[in-house]
């Protein structure tokens, strides 16, 4: 029962849910995106539902999830958490996957999936925790990779989708970039103060992608894919050599 109660309070409130819609909220003003021109629809009220899932198993300090089930405890799953947020930017924008779509997908799971084989689990919480210099960069080259990937992804300053969705879609891979940069003590802090601390630096994300969108304009979908490509790829190598 306490295992259920944990999984809603997840998936409705924290780090999903309400929290996930409040990170939305806070990553939109700064990005300058359009007004949507049309309704929503129920492909992308789907693409929300599997965003706010994905979000729920981020680890953030004192998140219910980890905490599932009641009795011995399970971590996160990040291949359920990267195949939650591709399955709703699959299912909520459009059909169409251009190369450059193509590359930014690629650019944000590999790096993620690769520092999990390196670890030998998919649990999320150990992922974003391995010891040591090497591994430490190539999460945060990760973190770099997932943000410049996310704009593209969630096709941003396309007006034909809901403004709220676009927000999503910065706001989960934001999520698991904060956990991914967290610096050491992280999941000693109170879990007020990390949302608090996660929600500021979404705002600060969200002016980030305005501002490259406002200086390179049409060139920022292609600059921000290949320069999250460059990240992932300097992820990978530091993965690779990183000591065992």
């Known amino acids: ?30 990005t300058r995106m359009p007004a949507a021109q049309e309704p929503w629809t ?23 999830v980890t905490a599932l089930p009641a009795g011995g405890g399970a971590p996160a799953n990040l ?35 690769v520092l999990a084989a390196s670890a030998s689990t998919l649990s999320f919480p150990v992922v974003v925790s391995l010891p040591g210099r090497r591994l430490a960069a190539a999460r945060a080259l990760a973190a770099v990779a997932v943000l410049l990937a996310a704009p593209v992804l969630a096709r941003v300053h396309d007006h034909c989708l809901p403004r709220g969705l676009r927000g999503l879609g910065l ?57 999250a490509a460059l990240a992932a790829i300097a992820s990978i190598v530091l993965t690779a050599l990183a000591p065992r």
């Open 171 to 227: 706001a989960v891979p934001a999520l698991v970039a904060a956990v991914l940069l967290a610096p050491p003590g992280w999941s000693n802090l109170a879990a007020a103060a990390a949302a608090a601390m996660v929600a500021g630096g979404a705002v600060l994300y969200g002016v980030l992608v305005g501002a490259l969108a406002l200086t390179l304009r049409r060139r920022a979908i292609r600059a921000s894919a290949y320069a």
């Open 79 to 113: 291949l359920a958490a990267v195949l939650l947020c591709g399955a709703g930017f699959a299912v909520g924008m459009p059909a169409r996957w251009p190369r450059v779509r193509l590359t930014a997908a690629v650019a944000a799971a590999t790096p993620l999936l």
């Open 42 to 64: 129920g492909n992308a009220v789907a693409a929300a539902v599997l965003l706010v899932c994905a979000a729920a198993l981020v680890p953030l300090p004192d998140s219910p």
């Open 1 to 30: 029962m306490l295992g259920l109660l944990d999984a809603v309070v997840a998936v409705a409130l924290f780090p999903g849910g309400l929290y996930a819609m409040a990170m939305a909220a806070a990553v939109l003003p700064g």
